[in-house]
């Protein structure tokens, strides 16, 4: 009978461990981007449900003019950068007046300030002309976030992949690193996959393919769930991929000296093909 005891204090030492959320690996599998659609979706415990309900979607395009963001095109393509995004029946169309076929530069469309914990959403539809260098491929942009350094073409941060038949795919661009649950077979999301870490100087390259396919025809609904260094990208309301754990180097550091990455600006990507953006808008969580 004094076996009990001595189990009784095991069992109390196993819920402490569990309870204290530590891990000896890294194939964990929290749901975290299940949690934090559902924490937007209003199913999150009531407290938490109430301070994020509070807060209504804000426009950061205000569909006059480009007030709030600046165009990012290399140096030498200057003279040509103001005409990339135009402001067209409430919406930002990208290459409006560039003939099919000819050469185009890459650009951007940044945000003024830096923002950190929110609920991004927008929507996107492609145009039918596509631009040298990338007339024989597929079209493609992007949405980048949490930017770090000199913005450039392209910035470090991450980004959602904007691209036919690849929407949601992660990217992990210059001293960036981030990890996501990925399929031991498809090495693509898997909410229920093993986590791994992607970026500068890993094994497993800069990208994580998206779990499936929600892009339609016409227009199309991206969203960005981003609390600390985690974020959460849906497709018209599909969760397809997620980033965790954010991290991010200043140029020159060490191994030891990453840091986490939990806020910067917000950049959408002009890469060789027209297309739209519109009814963009954020909100804190």
Same mark, same amino acid.
């Given at each position: 009978?004094?076996?009990?005891?001595?189990?009784?204090?095991?069992?109390?030492?196993?819920?402490?461990?569990?309870?204290?959320?530590?891990?000896?690996?890294?194939?964990?599998?929290? #749901?975290?981007?299940?949690?934090?659609?559902?924490?937007?979706?209003?199913?999150?415990?009531?407290?938490?449900?109430?301070?994020?309900?509070?807060?209504?979607?804000?426009?950061? $395009?205000?569909?006059?003019?480009?007030?709030?963001?600046?165009?990012?095109?290399?140096?030498?393509?200057?003279?040509?950068?103001?005409?990339?995004?135009?402001?067209?029946?409430?919406?930002?169309?990208?290459?409006?007046?560039?003939?099919?076929?000819?050469?185009? #530069?890459?650009?951007?469309?940044?945000?003024?300030?830096?923002?950190?914990?929110?609920?991004?959403?927008?929507?996107?539809?492609?145009?039918?002309?596509? $631009?040298? #260098?990338?007339?024989?491929? !597929?079209?493609?942009?992007?949405?980048?976030?949490?930017?770090?350094?000199?913005?450039?073409?392209?910035?470090?941060?991450?980004?959602?992949?904007?691209?036919?038949?690849?929407?949601?795919?992660?990217?992990?661009?210059?001293?960036?690193?981030?990890?996501?649950?990925?399929?031991?077979?498809?090495?693509?999301?898997?909410?229920?996959?093993?986590?791994?870490?992607?970026?500068?100087?890993?094994?497993?390259?800069?990208?994580?393919?998206?779990?499936?396919?929600?892009?339609? #025809?016409?227009?199309?609904?991206?969203?960005?769930?981003?609390?600390?260094?985690?974020?959460?990208?849906?497709?018209?309301?599909?969760? !397809?991929?997620?980033?965790?754990?954010?991290?991010?180097?200043?140029?020159?550091?060490?191994?030891?000296?990453?840091?986490?990455?939990?806020?910067?600006?917000?950049?959408?990507?002009?890469?060789?093909?027209?297309? $739209?953006?519109?009814?963009?808008?954020?909100?804190?969580?």
């Amino acid at each position: 009978m004094r076996r009990f005891p001595f189990l009784s204090l095991w069992a109390l030492l196993a819920a402490a461990f569990t309870l204290s959320g530590s891990s000896f690996d890294s194939g964990e599998k929290t #749901p975290s981007g299940i949690a934090l659609a559902e924490q937007q979706s209003g199913q999150a415990p009531a407290g938490e449900a109430r301070a994020t309900q509070q807060d209504e979607f804000t426009p950061l $395009f205000n569909g006059r003019d480009l007030s709030g963001w600046k165009v990012i095109v290399k140096e030498q393509d200057q003279a040509v950068g103001q005409s990339i995004f135009q402001v067209r029946d409430g919406m930002i169309h990208v290459y409006p007046d560039a003939e099919d076929g000819s050469l185009q #530069p890459f650009a951007g469309l940044m945000t003024e300030r830096s923002y950190r914990d929110y609920h991004l959403r927008f929507q996107f539809k492609w145009g039918e002309r596509k $631009f040298e #260098p990338r007339t024989g491929a !597929v079209r493609d942009a992007g949405v980048l976030f949490h930017l770090h350094g000199n913005p450039g073409i392209w910035p470090p941060g991450v980004e959602c992949q904007i691209q036919e038949g690849d929407c949601g795919d992660l990217w992990v661009i210059g001293n960036t690193r981030a990890s996501a649950p990925i399929h031991h077979l498809s090495n693509g999301f898997d909410l229920n996959g093993d986590l791994r870490t992607v970026g500068a100087g890993q094994s497993g390259g800069i990208r994580v393919p998206r779990g499936a396919s929600w892009e339609t #025809p016409g227009w199309n609904t991206v969203e960005l769930i981003v609390k600390g260094v985690n974020a959460t990208f849906l497709i018209n309301g599909k969760l !397809v991929n997620e980033a965790r754990h954010m991290r991010w180097l200043k140029p020159g550091g060490s191994d030891w000296d990453w840091q986490p990455l939990e806020e910067g600006a917000i950049f959408l990507q002009a890469e060789g093909a027209e297309l $739209f953006y519109r009814q963009i808008e954020i909100r804190p969580i």
